[in-house]
């Protein structure tokens, strides 16, 4: 199944449309980081965005430490970021 | 609650017991690498890892990235390596 990389500009006004997600790996990616109340309050989130994950077969690259978790998206499919990262990660953000 | 941290050869000892652990962090943590079939799996696991670590209220810095979950574990209130670290690092490897 093919999944076209986004040019630059794209990606940039779907960045814009995002709540504190910035590129990273030199634009390949996109990254955020979300802070808890506790571990159980983040491990939550993180319950919720494995769903989604699976869900969309779209699977983030994640860290978390106690109350924190940062998510990166990329689509190694394309070599960089696809439609894909993006919707999933509005819908992360609406999870919030 | 003080939590003392372990001297080198105390934690080479312990670390012997363990499967497949390293020493990181210049022997102040440790960490190990696990592999699944995919991501429901390593999310299973996880689940289990997540469940243990609120129950000994001792949580791991970890990260996972589709079937890979990377797990590394330290004691912040000891400045390095506890008996936390390797009950938890003992605890986890019994799961598998």
């Known amino acids: 199944m093919g999944v076209s990389k986004l040019d630059r500009s794209e990606a940039e006004q779907r960045l814009a449309k995002l709540d504190d997600w910035e590129f990273s790996r030199d634009g390949d990616a996109i990254k955020r980081e979300f802070k808890f109340d506790d571990f159980v ?56």
Not at 50 to 62: F, G, M, N, R, T
Request: net charge negative.
């Open 41 to 96: 309050a983040a491990w939550g989130f993180m319950s919720r965005v494995a769903i989604l994950a699976e869900k969309q077969d779209h699977h983030p690259e994640w860290s978390n430490v106690y109350n924190t978790v940062e998510i990166e998206l990329t689509t190694h499919d394309a070599d960089g970021l696809s439609e894909r990262d993006f919707t999933l990660a509005g819908d992360i953000d609406a999870l919030r």
